[in-house]
C-alpha cells in the first residue's frame, strides 16, 4: 500500500508562486509515476503535471505548460509541482497521484492511478 500527503498550498496573489510537495510512503522501493491533478469547485478533476518514474519525461496541461514545473526525488519519493506566476483560475485543490509502473512517459490520465492523496487548497487572489 502507498499513501501520499500533500502540503504547500495556501492563499496568494495573482503573479505569486507556490510550490507543492507530495511524499509517498509505503512502498517506497518500488517505481512510481506520478502526476498532480486538480478540482474546482462544481468542475471535474482535471489533469496538471506528470512525470515518468526516472524522470525522463514530464507533461503538462496546457493552461500551465510554462508557468508549473514538475520534479521528483527519487531517494524519498518525492514529488514537487512549482507553480509560478499563478492565476485566479488556478484555485482548485491540488491532489497529487501515485501508480507502480515500468512505463518510461508520463502518464495524463487519472484513471491509470492507483494511489491518491488527499489533496491541498491553493487560493489564489486577483
Known amino acids: 500500500q502507498v499513501q501520499l500527503v500533500e502540503s504547500g498550498g495556501g492563499l496568494v496573489q495573482a503573479g505569486d508562486s507556490l510550490r507543492l510537495t507530495c511524499s509517498a510512503s509505503g512502498r517506497t522501493f518500488s517505481s512510481y509515476a506520478m502526476g498532480w491533478f486538480r478540482q474546482a469547485p462544481g468542475k471535474e478533476r482535471e489533469f496538471v503535471a506528470a512525470i515518468s518514474w526516472n524522470g525522463g519525461d514530464t507533461a503538462y496541461a496546457d493552461s500551465v505548460q510554462g508557468r508549473f514545473a514538475i520534479s521528483m526525488h527519487n531517494t524519498k519519493v518525492t514529488v514537487y509541482l512549482q507553480m509560478n506566476s499563478l492565476k485566479p483560475e488556478d484555485t482548485a485543490t491540488y491532489y497529487c497521484?501515485?501508480?507502480?509502473?515500468?512505463?518510461?512517459?508520463?502518464?495524463?490520465?487519472?484513471?491509470?492511478?492507483?494511489?491518491w492523496g488527499q489533496g491541498t487548497q491553493v487560493t489564489v487572489s486577483s
Open positions: 497521484a501515485a501508480v507502480i509502473t515500468g512505463r518510461r512517459y508520463a502518464i495524463r490520465f487519472p484513471h491509470e492511478y492507483d494511489y
